[in-house]
């Protein structure tokens, strides 16, 4: 156990974009220029971690790794399973898919805070086996939907129960030491990567070869094991709040004062909204894409959606490997906002490919630029964060992404319906480009706010 001392004021500048440090006091003022650096509140993160966090985080890794495979292989594939249940024309199939993917997001955004303030009370563990247990039940029904309507309840209802990526982060921090806070949410953001690539493959195997059903099912089972994992190898030493804590109030003001009195937390929500957008707008639209671009009718689609999706995973968990270390080293910031806005370029000329191939190869190289966008925003909640609200915050950075992930599916079928399918790619990258010009700024406030007056 580490004895506290007096709690660090924190740094006066407001803005996130930063590696971890000291304070910016009048005495350790930079040079302009100079990127700054996170303080840690309150001590948000124990300095030597939880004994034994190793197998802890080990055993996160390869539930949080088993969970995004198990989606995977199942939910980038609404499109095509929309068309089974009944929906023959393509722009309806587009709707109900972008439909579905909103609804699903908004009704995580409305519960995140939610499930934030039961982690602060009950402990991260249970929320992790929640998102795992709760989102394999329902996900592995929707193999027994009949109709879209059917489809569209379960996945709404997912939407308020699962949330595994946001579960599992706030229990990581809690456990690891700070000094290993960047690596180790840059190793979970490459896990989630991984499992993002191999999902789609294998789901889309699994669908050619035996139906879209049982991929939905085979995502019901894994997601249980993913959950059983935590249940068994996962170790949390949870303290209860005390009282004054525990009925604390959390509703909508005290969310909007929270981001105010937090450190930059106002900056990384704008930008989480952003890039989630961008990163979730080719959901309803990438599969029929894809088929269009197949000249054989006879061509296995879903393989090749798989193959599509799977690869901007692999080389974005390359990508994210890295993430964490080089935000450390130069300024999350600089890193969000290059990212952002090369990924944004990037998605540009896929608007004009003539063959999947082609596709494949752009998709991959902004696999590499897309996989550092995460990692740095997250250690920069982490350690302005007080540890006793950690998972309440962690909610509310979830509903910003959460209605990223709403508006961005319902702005990629709005384009694809009304301007075209390809269209959908210069909504995206634009919407990405904005994110990395936010991030630039928000960086550049910062380290004039930081530079010493002559």
Not at 66 to 76: Q, R, T, Y
Not at 241 to 261: F, L
Request: hydrophobic letters at 50%; charged letters at 10%.
């Amino acid at each position: 156990m580490v004895t506290r001392g007096p709690a660090t004021p924190p740094a006066t500048t407001n803005e996130p974009f930063h590696g971890t440090g000291a304070p910016n006091h009048q005495s350790d003022a930079k040079p302009a220029g100079q990127d700054l650096r996170e303080t840690q509140p309150d001590a948000a993160v124990t300095g030597e971690g939880m004994p034994g966090w190793r197998r802890t985080f080990i055993a996160l890794i390869i539930a949080q790794t088993m969970s995004m495979v198990a989606f995977g292989m199942a939910l980038p594939f609404l499109p095509l399973y929309v068309q089974t249940l009944g929906v023959s024309d393509e722009g309806d199939a587009i709707r109900w898919s972008g439909v579905m993917s909103t609804t699903g997001m908004l009704v995580m955004a409305a519960v995140a805070p939610f499930w934030g303030v039961m982690a602060d009370r009950r402990g991260r563990k249970p929320m992790v086996a929640r998102a795992c247990f709760g989102g394999g039940l329902i996900v592995g029904a929707m193999a027994l939907a009949r109709t879209p309507l059917e489809l569209f309840g379960l996945r709404t209802l997912q939407g308020g129960f699962s949330g595994t990526v946001a579960a599992t982060r706030t229990l990581l921090t809690s456990v690891v030491p700070a000094s290993q806070l960047g690596f180790t949410l840059g190793i979970m953001q490459t896990a989630v990567f991984v499992g993002n690539s191999f999902g789609p493959l294998l789901g889309g195997f699994i669908s050619d070869a035996a139906g879209y059903k049982v991929s939905f099912l085979a995502t019901g089972a894994l997601l249980a094991i993913s959950g059983v994992i935590v249940m068994v190898f996962v170790r949390e030493n949870f303290t209860p709040p005390v009282a004054a804590d525990a009925n604390a109030r959390h509703g909508w003001r005290d969310a909007i004062a929270m981001i105010e009195r937090t450190p930059g937390l106002s900056a990384v929500i704008v930008t989480l909204f952003l890039v989630s957008a961008a990163q979730n707008a080719m959901g309803p639209v990438l599969p029929l894409f894809v088929k269009t671009l197949v000249a054989d009718a006879h061509a296995q689609i879903a393989s090749m959606a798989g193959l599509v999706l799977g690869i901007t995973a692999v080389t974005s968990a390359l990508a994210a490997g890295f993430g964490g270390r080089i935000g450390d080293r130069y300024g999350h910031g600089r890193m969000m906002a290059v990212c952002a806005i090369i990924g944004g370029i990037l998605y540009m000329p896929q608007a004009l490919v003539t063959s999947p191939y082609e596709l494949l190869a752009w998709r991959g190289l902004l696999g590499l630029f897309t996989g550092g966008l995460m990692p740095g925003t997250m250690a920069i909640v982490a350690l302005r964060t007080p540890s006793a609200h950690r998972g309440w915050v962690f909610g509310l950075t979830t509903t910003a992404t959460a209605l990223g992930n709403a508006a961005g599916p319902m702005a990629g079928a709005a384009a694809a319906t009304t301007l075209g399918l390809r269209a959908t790619f210069v909504v995206t990258g634009l919407i990405l480009t904005i994110a990395g010009v936010w991030a630039a700024w928000s960086t550049g406030r910062t380290v004039r706010a930081a530079t010493p007056t002559p």
